[in-house]
Structure formats: C-alpha cells, structure tokens
C-alpha cells in the first residue's frame, strides 16, 4: 500500500524558514515525478513545485523554496524561506507520473498518490 506522510509543518513568523518532508513506503518514487501543492481555506488546492529530471515552480515561490529528493531515503523535501502570510496554507505531497515519458505536472489530476497534508502557517 502506497504512503505519502507529510512533516514539518507548524507556526512561524513573516520571514522564518521551514522545511517540509514528505515520506513515501510502499513504492520506490525514483524515476517520478514528485510534487508538492498547497490549499489556502475556501481556495482551490495550487501547484507549488514539482520534481523529476528537472525541478519546477510555481510564480508565487520561485527563488523563495526549493524542492529537493533523496532517493535513498525515498523522502522529498520542500525548502520553505522568506514566509510570507500568504503562504500559508495546508501542503501537500503528491507523487506522478514517470519523469522521462512527460514534462513536468502541475496539474493536481496528473497525481495518482497524496498525503493527509502539513499545516503551513505564517503570522505578520
């Protein structure tokens, strides 16, 4: 059975860092693309960064996170730094498709596995 577990959510101040890792048992992910998303209340669940041959990421966070795998450990990580209020949110972790056979998904209907989610909250 497939698992995803999110952690490293938590509280933290406009301009504090945090990393989130998401652990996967059950499959090995190596070759596929990984992706993390995010879902403000009353607002639609957004990409916000993807890994596979190449990395990508959304507008909003791009210079700001980092999105990172150890292959090893079958764990991705998301580098959260210069938080903002608006970055708050429920993230997610979701696994793709296999890197090689397609470009990067950002689409959330192009992940088959998710996680419960890792509340992300950041205060002014």
Same mark, same amino acid.
């Given at each position: 059975? $497939?698992? @995803?577990?999110?952690? %490293? %959510? =938590? @509280?933290?101040?406009? =301009?504090?860092?945090?990393? @989130?890792?998401?652990?996967?048992? &059950?499959?090995?992910?190596?070759?596929?693309?990984?992706?993390?998303?995010?879902?403000?209340? =009353?607002?639609?669940?957004?990409?916000?960064?993807?890994? =596979?041959?190449?990395?990508?990421?959304?507008?909003? $966070?791009? &210079?700001?996170?980092?999105?990172?795998?150890?292959?090893?450990?079958?764990?991705?990580?998301?580098?959260?730094?210069?938080?903002?209020?608006?970055?708050?949110?429920?993230?997610?972790?979701?696994?793709?498709?296999?890197?090689?056979?397609?470009?990067?998904?950002?689409?959330?209907?192009?992940?088959?596995?998710? &996680?419960?989610?890792?509340?992300?909250?950041?205060?002014?």
């Amino acid at each position: 059975q $497939v698992q @995803l577990v999110e952690s %490293g %959510g =938590g @509280l933290v101040q406009a =301009g504090d860092s945090l990393r @989130l890792s998401c652990a996967a048992s &059950g499959r090995t992910f190596s070759s596929y693309y990984m992706g993390w998303f995010r879902q403000a209340p =009353g607002k639609e669940r957004e990409f916000v960064a993807v890994i =596979g041959g190449i990395t990508s990421y959304a507008d909003s $966070v791009k &210079g700001r996170f980092t999105i990172s795998r150890d292959n090893a450990k079958n764990t991705v990580y998301l580098e959260m730094n210069s938080l903002k209020p608006e970055d708050t949110a429920v993230y997610y972790c979701a696994a793709g498709p296999p890197y090689r056979d397609y470009d990067p998904p950002m689409s959330k209907n192009r992940y088959a596995y998710w &996680g419960q989610g890792t509340q992300v909250t950041v205060s002014s």
